[in-house]
């Protein structure tokens, strides 16, 4: 490996779902696995083309019950490129004997490579070299060249090139129970003499999909004549081209698609689109090298680069994070109606669904492509109408949003899931994660604060968060018994806990003030009078009087914010819920020497018959979260406005309690982790950080990534270099730094973009720069430690870093008085905001 190329040698069946996750190739638009052309989905490949956005919901009956699911379809297979070698076989994968196999990913460029030699049944061998693009230049294309050489035979040599419509949704194996063909074929053409087309629609959305495929064979003179035959069965198309090879003598083999579909814009149908598309597409190189230049352009706006001391891989595992945020969202994606989700478009896990996932992906989005955030927190904003009728059926106000979407916006959480390792299928009540809703308040609030784009808050952005502070001012009960304000009834982020011990979750589900929604509400509801101050006069009083919105009721917001209640225990520390402290301890050390691996305690209780509700146990992290998306200083302020003291014993305590208790069932859990750590104990949140790293590239969940790569996480590691380690903080008209670089890391460079200027920074572990690119740009604030600068485009900066105490020793987690000196708060290097009272 170097640190732009993701290498595998060797062709290692095991590992074949992972490795087509892993090399998948996207621009936004669509993405395509890196299974090999030559396969097909047989338990170890398994080739798959993803939509952003391709939809199709269907029901299947189960054990006497109508499951309805909608899922991301795994659309015509684009990829068929097969050979056989006179009257022979078509030599697949599995049928050959491979001598040599390297598979590489060429990050820079977005370009899949195989390099392989094969040798088939007769001990004939054949060296194949291939190159694949999936389009960053022009969303609608795609291509494979292929340099076939003949080591030791001579003869006639048959190509297959086709484009398959039989494909089904086949990804997940829990998911092989529920019906999976989504697609229907309407139409296989042969045009001309190298040209296929494909058209399928989607059995129930009835989106309709255009492939076609123009194939040609090139010797070292020239383009070739050759004898073709179609062959066409009833979802598949292919061209069959018979030429003789000559031994050492090499055939090259280019075949470009383009796809279309009827929900694309400017095209007057897909099949005329994606046909004129084929005619006037370029050479395989030209297309490629456009390719390339796009990549080029992203890298130089969007890349981070870093030195470390260890030769660990970590800039190239970085990279590989990098590149595939910048396949699953582009610009190609600001015309879709789509969200982000948090397995890309990479496979079918989660079934393609929009989660809270945006909550760490948009933080790189907003620094670097502002556009992209823009366009999907736009998604959420047309799903405004279908959230209001969901608050309004569970008899709330405002605006519910669901915590899993899809096409329109409805809950698309199952009701039941299957267990694996039990083979049972249980409730589900992930609905119930009301903290989506915060989520997405939460990413309005920090677009506008990187941007400060008032068309937007003014035009969307404001509405999504009055609707959904009445939402939770709906759903939030006063308790006299505490003379605060109770949520009860939800889930926090971690998952294990569904219902208080001894309750039927599908009866009494859900569990009362969780501490991590609550302190969001608070934050929630302050700043959505703060977004309503910003908004001109007039924009305000027409929003309040298309929702209704009275004083009295932005009062109670206000009332509101100051009064929820936040779970204690009698040391101190916050509770992931009210209740939490009185369950039972868990026995980690017994179920680690049983399990080895006990991530997902949640299958492995279920499987002994026991319940996680009854345990301080947790998959991820949930009361850490807090510690995730706010500073000391802004946690302060908000305990403050709810009364609470908050020390940094309280910090100590609480994190040291809760990283205890977390089995790490999920990949966000490492990235939160290693971000709390990264003030006290700096070594321990590096190592946590290249968990995290890893977390896909060594499929450390074990299957899981075959399913889809876990985009969420990979972001996650991506922000921990800029917000954590470097310590971007935007908040109140000022960019804060405030660089804390683990030992390991001695350098970080990397380009911003802020209020309308471009920044290129660089730190180590003394100093941090700042320098403004020329343009035309109104100045904005930097500051460090209290060190506030205005910066106009063109200048420059630079910050002398204050020396961290006990920097070249490792700080140990129990020990408290250590961790009180590195966690205490900074002080703020500008005064807090005045609360609004509506």
């Known amino acids: 490996m170097n640190d732009w190329c993701l290498v595998y040698d060797g062709f290692d069946a095991r590992q074949q779902g992972l490795r087509e ?34 939809y199709n919901r269907l029901t299947t009956e189960i054990s006497g019950h109508e499951i309805e699911n909608e899922d991301l379809v795994n659309i015509p297979n ?4 097969a050979f056989r070698i006179g009257e022979g076989p078509w030599l697949r994968p599995g049928d050959v004997e491979y001598l040599d196999y390297r598979q590489e990913l060429l990050l820079k460029e977005g370009v899949l490579r195989r390099s392989l030699r094969l040798k088939d049944a007769e001990g004939q061998i054949t060296c194949l070299e291939e190159r694949r693009f999936v389009s960053m230049s022009n969303p609608h294309l795609a291509g494979i060249e292929l340099r076939l050489t003949p080591e030791n035979w001579s003869g006639k040599f048959t190509l297959r090139s086709a484009l398959d419509g039989s494909v089904t949704n086949a990804g997940v194996p829990r998911y092989k129970q529920l019906n999976s063909r989504h697609l229907e074929t309407v139409e296989t053409t042969e045009i001309g003499d190298d040209t296929i087309l494909l058209r399928s629609r989607m059995v129930q959305s009835r989106r309709e999909i255009v492939e076609v495929a123009r194939t040609r064979v090139f010797n070292g003179l020239g383009l070739l004549p ?7 069965l009833p979802d598949f198309i292919g061209q069959d081209i018979t030429l003789d090879a000559e031994e050492g003598r090499e055939l090259r083999i280019e075949k470009i698609v383009s796809l279309y579909t009827c929900h694309d814009a400017a095209i007057s149908e897909p099949g005329i689109a994606a046909l004129q598309e084929s005619r006037h597409a370029g050479s395989f190189e030209e297309l490629l090298q456009s390719h390339r230049g796009a990549w080029k352009h992203l890298w130089d706006e969007c890349g981070i680069e870093i030195e470390t001391t260890a030769n660990s891989q970590v800039e190239m595992k970085l990279r590989l994070h990098i590149f595939h945020l910048l396949q699953t969202v582009s610009t190609h994606s600001v015309d879709l109606d789509v969200g982000v989700p948090p397995r890309g478009w990479h496979g079918e896990a989660y079934r393609g669904k929009i989660m809270w996932d ?32 969901a608050a309004h059926e569970a008899g709330f106000r405002g605006a519910m949003f669901p915590w899993q979407s899809g096409s329109d916006g409805r809950e698309e959480c199952q009701r039941f899931h299957l267990n694996p390792m039990s083979g049972q299928w249980i409730p589900d009540n992930s609905h119930r994660q009301r903290h989506i809703n915060a989520a997405i308040t939460f990413n309005v609030w920090q677009y506008y604060q ?17 609707e959904i502070a009445r939402f939770w001012a709906s759903i939030a009960s006063y308790d006299a018994a505490s003379g605060r304000y109770a949520i009860r009834g939800v889930m926090g982020p971690d998952e294990f806990h569904t219902a208080y011990p001894g309750k039927d979750p599908s009866e009494a589900g859900g569990l009362d003030n969780n501490a991590y929604t609550n302190v969001m509400v608070s934050w929630s509801l302050t700043r959505t009078l703060d977004a309503l101050d910003l908004l001109p006069d007039t924009r305000r009083k027409e929003l309040c009087d298309k929702l209704g919105l009275t004083p009295e009721e932005l009062r109670h917001w206000d009332d509101l914010s100051r009064n929820l209640l936040v779970p204690f225990d009698g040391d101190g520390v916050i509770c992931q819920f009210e209740g939490y402290d009185g369950l039972k301890e868990f026995d980690w050390e017994v179920y680690r020497k049983k399990y080895g691996q006990i991530e997902r305690l949640d299958r492995i209780l279920d499987q002994e018959g026991a319940d996680p509700n009854d345990y301080k146990v947790s998959k991820q992290a949930d009361v850490l979260m807090l510690f995730f998306l706010f500073s000391a200083d802004e946690l302060a302020e908000i305990f403050a406005r709810l009364g609470y003291d908050f020390t940094p014993d309280m910090i100590i305590n609480t994190i040291h309690y809760h ?14 982790h290693a971000w709390v750590l990264a003030r006290a104990d700096r070594r321990r949140s590096w190592e946590l950080f290249n968990q995290a790293l890893n977390s896909d590239i060594a499929d450390l969940q074990g299957g899981t990534t075959a399913e889809g790569i876990h985009l969420g996480a990979m972001a996650g590691t991506i922000d921990l270099m800029q917000r954590c380690y470097l310590g971007i903080e935007p908040r109140t008209n000022v960019l804060t730094f405030n660089p804390r670089l683990p030992e390991e890391l001695t350098g970080l460079k990397t380009t911003v973009r802020y209020r309308g200027q471009t920044l290129d920074l660089e730190a180590t572990q003394e100093k941090l720069s700042v320098t403004s690119r020329t343009v035309t ?48 708060p900074r002080r703020p290097a500008e005064p807090p905001q005045k609360a609004s009272t509506g």
Not at 78 to 81: A, N, R, S
Not at 451 to 465: I, S, V
Not at 659 to 672: E, F, K, N, P, Y
């Open 777 to 824: 740009a109104h100045p904005i604030t930097i500051a460090y430690r209290g060190q506030t600068r205005d910066i106009s485009p063109g200048q420059r900066f630079e910050f002398r870093l204050f020396p961290e105490i006990a920097r070249d020793r490792k700080v140990k987690q129990d020990d408290r008085a250590e961790l009180q000196r590195h966690c205490r």
């Open 358 to 389: 945006e909550l760490f992906i948009f933080p790189y989005l907003n620094l670097r492509k502002p556009v992209l955030t823009r366009a999907l927190l736009r998604y959420r904003f047309r799903r405004l109408g279908e959230a209001r009728r």
């Open 21 to 54: 996750t892993l090399c998948t190739l996207g621009n936004g638009y669509f993405a395509t696995r890196g299974a090999a052309p030559e396969a097909f989905a047989d338990g170890t490949h398994y080739p798959g083309t993803y939509l952003a956005g391709g």
């Open 659 to 672: 990283m205890q208790r977390t089995s790490h069932g999920s990949t966000l859990s490492w990235v939160t």
């Open 226 to 232: 050759a004898k073709k035959t179609l062959e066409r």
């Open 450 to 466: 990187v941007t400060e784009d008032r068309e937007f808050l003014y035009d969307f952005g404001a509405e999504l968060m009055l």
């Open 78 to 81: 684009w990829l068929p490129l």
